[in-house]
């Protein structure tokens, strides 16, 4: 069985020994938890790397209302 880690040269033996030692660290109640808040985090991460920051927003605003003033001058 082929898996597709190879920029981590991971196997499947490696990844199940992996995943025992998690399993033995946080235990089977822990383990839904913990997959829980690391899901959210991931989720907050993509949305915070995909949203405009302020900084952003008030650049565009800056530079639409000068595109506004420059048309209704013409």
């Known amino acids: ?3 597709n880690f190879a920029f981590l040269d991971l196997g ?8 025992a030692i ?7 109640k ?16 993509r949305k915070g790397l995909h949203d405009d ?5 008030t650049e565009k605003t800056a530079t639409e209302n000068k595109d506004k003033e420059d048309k209704s001058a013409s």
């Open 22 to 28: 998690v399993l033995l660290l946080f235990g089977g």
């Open 53 to 57: 920051t302020p900084a952003d927003k």
């Open 1 to 3: 069985m082929f898996t």
């Open 30 to 45: 822990k383990l839904p938890e913990l997959s829980k808040s690391l899901g959210e985090s991931m989720r907050e991460l």
């Open 12 to 19: 499947a033996p490696e990844l199940i020994i992996i995943l």
